[in-house]
């Protein structure tokens, strides 16, 4: 797969999970060694993902991928 | 990577942008004085020359003098800029850290020994910690800084520190005790290897936020949490259940769901464990033991639990014989006869009913026979 | 001049002699709105008797997912100082060694982007920055690492490793475990500052049975020096000892737990092949006895704290290994071991506990690894085992009964 298009792919499968079921890194990884993407591939894009401030990992109850916007929302609801 | 720069600096105006990543700690070297680094790897012996102060003698024959002092782990920027004016003055600039939260002032040049300690004591820093002493407390956040924390364990390692103070910087005892504060049985510190450790307990079940808990809480991490499966979902409430008879109380679920509020003022409480160690010497590891499960967390002084380690402490220094550690002790007085002396009341609490019921119940005829 | 709070409470911990972390908490409250909030909401904590901070969980650098802990305080409208406190860990040098000057520019950072309070140091090794807010993040990030300070290791993650005071100042090293622990820090900066394990994953490295880190209690991974050689005696420095009051017959031979040493009132003999290596004899006797090469590590995976299943010390695995750069046999088995743990962990369970749940046996076939009787207290007990294909080809017996 192109990596653009992994990381799109990788982006819209965290979106769409939120609020339902977190994915950690490894979730992510093994999500797309299913679909014949190499591990180290979808690592690296997950990298370019979070260095790019769409992605963030978070750590209530373990470290997860989520949605950068999270945190925006988490403090405009925790500073309430 | 590891490099420091010439001289560090803070710019005027900071651009994010520049910010490098993965570059790791400075290099341990750009920190050791000269007479370290000439003769790394190469020490001799040491010598303890005072309760706090010992020398370390080189193959070369160069020395190195170590003061150390206590430091609360919590540090204003103030004092730690006042250790590095000392530094400076006597050290050339150098001073560590040890992993007991202690600091140690390392001095080159033998004549600048005596005037460190003066003026330390002068500035009524506590010089001692080195041998079989009491050393520094390591602990736990406590209410300073954290969400899970069922007592404040700055506070408990001040009392205990300042009731134990003697045994820091004087007296020896048969060995040294090693001391640890949890504040909740997350246990961020050493507790469950420690001579004599308080642990913060709760004593009631957690209360459950059914309409927080779909928003902030995930079903199976939260199920997955405890230890002794009490917690079962509730799908009419997209929330869970707790099974009452089966929760220990540990709060492990609400480090994964902040729903699941446990803390207590009136029924949290402090329990004492004893008689583990980390070192290999003579025996080998061991963790530390249940011997008092509930005492009152009673801030700011803690009386009941202060008088409860001395109790302890005094039996160990009067019981003990040169190089016990607590545990040491413990094992060859028999733990009927530490209840004896320590008077220490026995409970239900006492008999392990969880993981390790198998290796801790009794399997022999051999009882001291001990007043009661 | 920032806001002063009545702390009743807290004033009677600035009595007695051991340093008072209020008296700490006040003299950067003096200066500081942070810290100031800080030291109200404490009080308020010690009156109420309960903590009044708040699960953090989200915020973090860019492209970093550890060193930094969320924290909000749930009295925020009393104390909006504390509203954001979060911690921050930076990595600290090995063997927590400093110059004054280093020391100097963490104060003027923190000075400058945070409350003034700090750790030294948390209790995996880090140094701890106590309370910043949620924009202060990455300047202060930066500045570190312009000048060459790193942030450290958490969540599910390699935790920043740590060692012992080593051979920069204690004779009894036999690793170098400052070296040790900046070569694996440096080797898995990408482990440490992006998460990616079922959990947390701790190194501690000690140079001696001694473990002034707790490395055996307290780490995933424990490092801990050791020897083959024997032990050299001086007696001349053994008979000063006795002559110093040092009973060697009650304090050193008694308590040999190999029984292997031997006094006749003049020198002392030591039967090196029952020594059990437990560092008694020599930590007694400093100069006197001495350990000799070969030196290398014991190897052993497993502690942490009580959740979820109890608490475990670390289980042999290496009994010996060398121990010179670059260190690639601990840095593949480290690899190998942590791929299988992050394929098969369940999300927080460390390395310990899905041994336990898989089996040993499984776990030191993945590393290549085979069974030795340096690994266990004791043989199982029971007459339950299982039998993989191929376990009695070659009649493992013949060899031995030959």
């Known amino acids: 797969m192109e990596r653009e298009e992994l990381k799109k792919q990788i982006y819209n499968l965290i979106k769409e999970a939120a609020g339902k079921k977190k994915y950690k890194q490894m979730d992510v990884i093994k999500h797309f060694r299913n679909l014949g993407v190499p591990d180290a591939e979808t690592k690296e894009a997950i990298r370019e993902l979070v260095d790019g401030g769409l992605l963030i990992y978070t750590y209530m109850g373990g470290s997860y991928i989520e949605l950068a916007t999270k945190l925006e929302e988490f403090e405009k609801k925790i500073l309430e | 990577m590891g490099d420091i720069p010439a001289k560090f600096f803070i710019p005027e105006v900071v651009d994010v942008k520049q910010r490098k990543t993965d570059i790791g700690p400075p290099h341990y070297e750009n920190f050791l004085p000269p007479v370290i680094k000439k003769n790394y790897g190469q020490w001799k012996e040491h010598e303890i020359l005072s309760p706090g102060l010992m020398v370390h003698i080189a193959e070369s024959g160069d020395k190195i003098w170590t003061v150390r002092v206590a430091s609360p782990r919590l540090l204003s920027t103030d004092t730690l800029r006042e250790i590095a004016d000392i530094a400076d003055k006597y050290c050339d600039g150098y001073f560590r850290f040890t992993t007991r939260n202690n600091i140690e002032f390392l001095v080159s040049d033998e004549g600048k020994v005596q005037p460190l300690i003066d003026e330390l004591k002068a500035k009524k820093f506590m010089i001692g910690g080195i041998g079989p002493r009491v050393s520094n407390v390591v602990h736990t956040q406590g209410w300073v800084h ?114 699941l509020p446990i803390k207590d003022a009136e029924n949290d409480g402090v329990a004492i464990v004893v008689g583990g160690k980390v070192g290999n010497l003579r025996t080998p590891p061991k963790f530390s033991k249940l011997a008092v ?75 001291k026979w001990v007043k009661k | 001049m920032t806001k002063k709070y009545e702390t009743p409470l807290l004033d009677e911990l600035e009595k007695g002699p051991f340093p008072s972390f209020v008296t700490e908490i006040k003299k950067a409250a003096a200066k500081n709105p942070m810290a100031a909030d800080e030291l109200g ?67 003027d950072v923190w000075d400058k982007y945070g409350s003034g309070l700090t750790n030294f140091h948390g209790s995996t090794g880090d140094i701890i920055l ?117 009973d060697i017959q009650e304090e050193i031979v008694n308590l040999c737990p190999g029984k292997c040493i031997s006094w006749d009132g003049n020198s002392l003999t030591i039967n090196d092949e029952d020594c059990r290596h437990c560092f008694h004899c020599i930590a ?31 289980w042999v695995i290496f009994p010996f ?82």
């Open chain 2, 293 to 367: 499960p509930f005492l009152p967390n009673n801030p700011p002084r803690w009386p009941e639990v202060i008088k409860a380690i001395r109790k302890i402490f005094d039996a160990y220094v009067a019981g003990a014989k040169k190089h016990e550690r607590v545990g040491e002790w413990i094992d060859r007085i028999g733990w009927e006869k530490f209840f004896a002396v320590t008077g220490i009341p026995f409970t239900w609490q006492h008999i392990d009913d969880w993981t390790y019921t198998f290796e801790t119940l009794r399997t022999t005829a051999q009882i």
């Open chain 2, 146 to 259: 954290c969400h899970g924390a069922a007592t404040d364990a700055s506070g408990l390692v001040k009392c205990i520190m300042d009731e134990l103070a003697d045994y820091f910087t004087t007296k020896e005892l048969p060995n040294k005790v090693r001391l640890a504060v949890a504040c909740c049985t997350n246990m961020c510190g050493a507790v469950h290897c420690s001579d004599i450790a308080l642990v913060a307990i709760h004593t009631k079940v957690p209360r459950i936020e059914h309409e927080r808990f779909k928003d902030l809480c995930e079903l199976p991490t939260t199920i997955a949490s405890c230890p002794t499966a009490a917690i079962l979902p509730d799908p009419a409430k997209k929330s869970i259940k707790i099974k009452e008879e089966k929760c220990m109380y540990c709060g492990n679920c609400f480090s994964v769901c902040p729903a």
């Open chain 3, 41 to 107: 909401l404490l009080e308020r904590s010690y009156r109420d008797k309960i903590t009044y901070w708040k699960h953090g969980g989200i915020v973090g650098v860019r492209g970093y997912g550890g060193g930094v802990i969320g924290r909000y305080s749930e009295l925020a409208d009393e104390f909006p100082g504390v509203a954001h406190f979060h911690t921050v860990r930076v990595n600290q040098p090995a063997g927590l060694f400093y110059t004054s000057e280093a020391i100097r520019f963490i104060c």
């Open chain 3, 321 to 402: 290994m060398e121990m010179k750069p670059p260190y690639q046999e601990l840095k593949d088995f480290i690899r190998t071991s942590n791929e299988w743990w992050s394929e098969y962990g369940k999300n927080r369970e460390r390395i310990g506990e899905l041994i336990l749940r898989l089996g040993m046996r499984e776990f030191l076939e993945v590393c290549g690894l085979k069974p030795l009787p340096e690994m266990v207290k004791e043989p199982r007990r029971d007459p339950f085992w299982f039998w993989k294909e191929g376990d009695l080809e070659g009649k493992p017996w013949e060899s031995w009964l030959k």
């Open chain 3, 130 to 246: 106590l309370g910043t807010v949620t924009d202060n993040l990455e300047p202060l990030a930066t500045v570190l690492s312009l000048n060459g300070f790193d942030l450290g290791g958490s969540g599910s993650a390699m935790r920043t490793p740590s060692c012992c005071v080593g051979p920069a100042r204690c004779e009894w090293a036999m690793i170098d475990t400052l070296h040790i622990t900046y070569d694996l820090t440096q080797e898995f900066q990408d482990e440490l500052h992006r998460p990616q394990y079922p959990y947390k994953y701790k190194i501690k490295v000690v140079g001696c049975p001694i473990d002034c880190n707790a490395a055996i209690a307290r780490a995933d991974l424990s490092i801990i020096g050791t020897w083959k050689g024997p032990i050299a005696i001086d007696q001349d420095r053994v008979r000063d000892y006795a002559k110093k009051g040092v």
């Open chain 3, 284 to 314: 007694k006797l400093p100069g006197a006895l001495k350990p000799t090469p070969p030196f290398g590590a014991t190897i052993l995976i497993g502690s942490k704290a009580p959740f979820v299943i109890g608490a475990t010390l670390s």
